[in-house]
């Protein structure tokens, strides 16, 4: 299975926008995770285009819930996806299975991200993951935060420097240079989500949908 496209940063004085140290830059690399993210939300049974629709969310606080239950939806396909029972070349798949799959808590010991750290999902992916479930439970426990930009929801939490990590997924940076950016212009940081959210589905489609017999 191919690896997915990450994104990241030289460390300058100054903010800088995120550069791609892949090959496929700018809009080569933001066009084909679109295309596979789309694949996977139109194979799956969501709409082909609720990224884009996502995207266009009015706030932050209905932007990251939407995020969260795109996550859990394609990692729990994941799941359900290798815990199909193979009898005499034909694939076994029921209610209760899926029942049990979606009975799941996305994290804990028993949970969604610990079967697919088994499955070798990249940890990157996985606290990906888990630190948007975080961020939408702050969000979702307390009605205050409905109006507040992610960015100050970030900045005021004693974790900061860790969400900071994980919502950018971008390798190198200057966390005060950084924060200063997204200040200036909340997109970059929704972008960086959606970044980090297409390359799951990335993995997802790969994993579960392309070639879900290969391990």
């Not at 396909?77 to 193979?86: E, N, W």
Request: net charge positive.
């Amino acid at each position: 299975m191919p690896g997915a496209p990450r994104k990241s940063v030289q460390k300058k004085a100054q903010p800088r926008a995120p550069k791609s140290t892949l090959p496929l830059e700018g809009a080569d690399r933001f066009t084909i995770m679109l295309e596979e993210s789309e694949k996977f939300c139109e194979d799956v049974g969501l709409h082909k285009d609720l990224i884009r629709e996502i995207i266009k969310t009015d706030s932050d606080w209905a932007f990251i819930l939407k995020i969260d239950a795109l996550l859990e939806s394609a990692a729990k396909y994941i799941v359900r996806t290798g815990l199909r029972i193979k009898l005499l070349n034909r694939v076994m798949q029921n209610e209760t299975l899926d029942e049990f799959v979606d009975s799941l808590p996305i994290n804990g010991r028993t949970g969604i991200l610990k079967l697919l750290d088994a499955a070798c999902l990249p940890p990157e992916e996985l606290v990906f993951v888990e630190t948007i479930r975080k961020v939408r439970n702050i969000y979702a426990h307390d009605i205050r935060f409905a109006d507040v930009r992610l960015i100050d929801l970030v900045k005021q939490r004693n974790d900061k420097a860790q969400l900071i990590k994980y919502l950018s997924g971008i390798e190198n940076y200057v966390e005060a240079d950084l924060i200063a950016w997204y200040e200036r212009d909340p997109r970059f940081l929704r972008f960086c989500v959606i970044d980090s959210t297409m390359r799951f589905l990335f993995y997802s489609y790969h994993m579960a949908v392309k070639f879900p017999t290969r391990r």
